[in-house]
């Protein structure tokens, strides 16, 4: 059974930084492609990244770059996301998901909150 | 940036009754790479179509997509009462970025 599971959210400072984890069990980790997508309060879902199966290509939405950093230890079967210089709008449940191009796994997400 | 619009924001209907979500993309969406999820409160989303019309695995046959280019639509033939929930469509067919529609809500009327 694939199991996608994020920790390492929680309350935060604007400016402030945070590392979000998903541990991956259940599948070859090193074969898939690996994205993040967040859901701000009652708001919709938006992409925010994705990396490839070896971590040699990311990509990332206008509104993180620079700021978030996609990376993946595939020894540890583990998919990070360092979100750095946090803003109010980043608040969101942040969730990861197994695919290249369409989701058919995810985690059930991990609560980040921005505010001082 | 491939935008998508889904249509009607809110679907009050029935059990068993027929219900069609429309999701209209901004540009053409290549080689037909629409998803379709379904989300319920406090939960992750559901895979439920991909490929524009392929159901995902252990989705029931009561669920299906068409269309292309930039005009999609998901039907669910007869709900069922577990089928009241949030839709969204989601294109790759220009990525990144990958973008998602904002969602259309299936409330029980």
């Known amino acids: 059974e694939v199991q996608l599971v994020e920790s390492g959210g929680g309350l935060v400072q604007p400016g402030g930084s945070l590392r979000l984890s998903c541990a991956a069990s259940?599948?070859?980790?090193?074969?898939?492609?690996m994205h993040w997508v967040r859901q701000a309060p009652g708001k919709g879902l938006v992409w925010v990244s994705r990396i490839n199966s070896d971590g040699s290509s990311t990509s990332y939405a206008d509104s993180v770059k620079g700021r978030f950093t996609i990376s993946r230890d595939n020894a540890k079967n583990t998919l990070y996301l360092q979100v750095n210089s946090l803003r109010a709008e980043d608040t969101a449940v942040y969730y990861c998901a197994r695919g290249k191009y369409d989701f058919p796994d995810w985690g059930q997400g991990t609560l980040v909150t921005v505010s001082s | 940036e491939i935008v998508l619009t889904q249509s009607p924001g809110t679907l009050s209907l029935s059990p068993g009754e027929r219900a069609t979500l429309s999701c209209r993309a901004s540009q053409s969406v290549s080689g037909s790479y629409l998803a379709w999820y379904q989300q319920k409160p406090g939960q992750a989303p559901r895979l439920l179509i991909y490929?524009?019309?392929s159901r995902a695995t252990g989705i029931p046959d009561r669920f299906s997509g068409s269309g292309s280019g930039t005009d999609f639509t998901l039907t669910i033939s007869r709900l069922e009462p577990e089928d009241f929930a949030l839709y969204y469509c989601?294109?790759?067919?220009?990525?990144?970025?990958?973008?998602f529609g904002g969602g259309t809500k299936v409330e029980i009327k």
């Open positions: 989601q294109q790759y067919g220009s990525s990144p970025p990958l973008t």
């Open positions: 490929g524009a019309s």
């Open positions: 259940g599948f070859t980790f090193s074969d898939y492609w």
